[in-house]
C-alpha cells in the first residue's frame, strides 16, 4: 500500500506515517524490512533526509529534506523549537479543559530533562461500559502540542497525570489496554500526529488524517 503523500515540494517531502510502522532500521532493529525511510525512498525514487522522528507506534506527519541543505535548515528550527507540532490522542478518563504538564523524564541516555506539554480537550465520552468500581468508563480526545521534544514525552506526561493514552505499553494502563483488546479488537496506540506547522521560507501547515483505527475506536466512542 502506497505512502499518503501530504506534501511536496523541490526540497521537503512530508508524509502521514502509519501507526506501527518504524522511522529506519537501528541497532534494535536491524532485521526489519519495511521502515517509514526506505518505503517513501522506494515510492518516491528520491534520496531522503531525516529532520525529526515519530516513535513506531505513533501515526501522522513526518517531514523528510530532499537536500542536506533543506535538512539543516529545518533541524535547527527543530532545535529552537520554532516549530509547532500538535498531536491528537485518546485517553483514560475526563480530563480537565486544558493544562500544562511540566514533569522532567529521563532521556534515552538516562538523563533527566525538563519537559512540557501543554494540552486542550477536544471532546470527552462516557459509555455504559463498567470498569473496575465504575459502572461506566470514560475517556477524552485532547490535543497535545510538546513544548519540548523528549523521548515517548507525550506517552510519560498522560500517564504522569493520571490519563494514559489508549493502547499505550509500557507507560499506559494495562488494565485498559486489556479492556480495549478483548472488547473492542483493538491494540493499536491512539495517539497521532495531527498536524506540523514550520517556516521554511514560506509557512507550512501539514496535516494528517486519522488511522482508520482511530477514526474507528472514535466512532465506537461517540456512537455509545
Known amino acids: 500500500m502506497a505512502l499518503e503523500i501530504l506534501y511536496e515540494d523541490v526540497h521537503f517531502i512530508g508524509v502521514n506515517k502509519p ?16 521502515t517509514l525511510l526506505m ?14 522522528r515519530l516513535d513506531r507506534k505513533t501515526s501522522g506527519v513526518v517531514l523528510f529534506a530532499l537536500d542536506k541543505e533543506s535538512q539543516s535548515q529545518a533541524s ?3 532545535q529552537e523549537k520554532k516549530v509547532n507540532k500538535t498531536y491528537h490522542a485518546i485517553v483514560r478518563g475526563h480530563t480537565m479543559d486544558s493544562g ?13 530533562k525538563d519537559a512540557i506539554t501543554h494540552y486542550t480537550t477536544m471532546e470527552r465520552f462516557e459509555i455504559p461500559l463498567p470498569f473496575g468500581k465504575h ?14 521534544g523528549r523521548y515517548h514525552q507525550l506517552r510519560m506526561h498522560m ?12 507507560h499506559g494502563c494495562n488494565k485498559q489496554n486489556k479492556l480495549f483488546k478483548e472488547r473492542f479488537m ?11 506547522e514550520i517556516d521554511i521560507g514560506n509557512k507550512l501547515c501539514i496535516q494528517a488524517s486519522y488511522p482508520e483505527e482511530f477514526n474507528r475506536i472514535l466512532a465506537m466512542l461517540r456512537k455509545s
Open 135 to 148: 459502572d461506566t468508563s470514560r475517556y477524552s480526545l485532547i490535543a497535545l502540542k510538546p513544548e519540548t
Open 39 to 52: 518505503e517513501l525512498k522506494a515510492q518516491c525514487n528520491k534520496f531522503l533526509y531525516t529532520i525529526h
Open 159 to 170: 500517564a504522569h497525570i493520571f490519563h494514559p493514552i489508549i493502547g499505550d505499553r509500557p
Open 19 to 34: 501507526c506501527g510502522m518504524l522511522m529506519h532500521r537501528s541497532k534494535i532493529a536491524k532485521d526489519v524490512e519495511n
Open 76 to 78: 535547527k528550527l527543530f
Open 186 to 196: 483493538s491494540m493499536t496506540m491512539m495517539l497521532h500526529a495531527k498536524e506540523l
Open 100 to 112: 500544562t504538564i511540566d514533569y522532567a523524564i529521563k532521556n534515552e541516555s538516562g538523563k533527566i
